[in-house]
């Protein structure tokens, strides 16, 4: 454990192989990291009260936070954090509480609030605010604050996904082999 990554309760993150967490970001808790994810420097991936899970290949960038609503009197369930396979997550993006699918593009600065639920596929545009509870739905791009369905998406950016989420792949690598 470094001092990035580190236990709380009891709990310590799990990673999974080649997973790339920069000295600069910080991992707590209950945290589970597919194989080949990239957290990227500034990022705060904060499972304390309530559980975060990424898939293979997810890359979250610089200055985003991931965290989570507990479960309490306000919310019997809590909202748990869950990020699919492929995403590629902006540059200082907040997830709080969401639902992400596989193949997912968050634009630069978007937040994403408890109960949303982003269906695979999807683009949602830099600056975006996604609503508590708002579902949106696979092969769209969403933008706006709240967002709004603007198009589906075209064969390039369907295509797009698997490429981006490669490129972080390879470039987590070069990170890892410079350690
Ligand atoms: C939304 C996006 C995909 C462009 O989609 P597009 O359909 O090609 O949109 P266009 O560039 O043709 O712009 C269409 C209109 O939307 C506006 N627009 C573009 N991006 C926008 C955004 N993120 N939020 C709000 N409006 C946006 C444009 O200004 C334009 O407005 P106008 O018709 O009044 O002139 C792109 O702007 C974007 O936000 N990409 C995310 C990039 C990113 O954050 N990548 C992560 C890198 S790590």
Redesign the pocket.
């Known amino acids: 454990m470094t001092n990035s990554i580190r236990a709380l309760r009891g709990i310590e993150p799990k990673l999974g192989e080649r997973v790339y967490v920069d000295p600069a970001a910080v991992v707590i808790g209950d945290v589970e990291l597919g194989d080949d994810v990239s957290v990227w420097p500034c990022t705060v991936v904060r499972g304390d009260m309530h559980r975060i899970r990424i898939g293979a290949r997810t890359s979250v960038?610089d200055n985003s936070t991931l965290h989570i609503t507990h479960a309490g009197p306000f919310n019997p369930d809590g909202w748990p954090l869950t990020i699919g396979e492929d995403v590629?997550i902006?540059?200082g993006v907040t997830l709080h509480g969401c639902t992400i699918g596989n193949q997912v593009?968050?634009?630069?600065?978007?937040t994403v609030l408890d109960g949303a639920v982003v269906e695979d596929k999807v683009?949602?545009?830099?600056?975006?605010l996604v609503p508590p509870g708002k579902r949106l739905v696979s092969g769209y791009?969403y933008?706006?604050s709240p967002v709004e369905q603007?198009?589906p998406l075209k064969e390039k950016?369907l295509n797009f996904f698997t490429y981006?989420a490669g490129n972080y792949v390879r470039l987590k690598d070069e990170y890892l082999a410079a350690e």
């Open positions: 960038q590629t902006g540059h593009l968050i634009g630069i600065g978007s683009v949602i545009g830099a600056g975006s791009l933008m706006g603007r198009r950016e981006t």
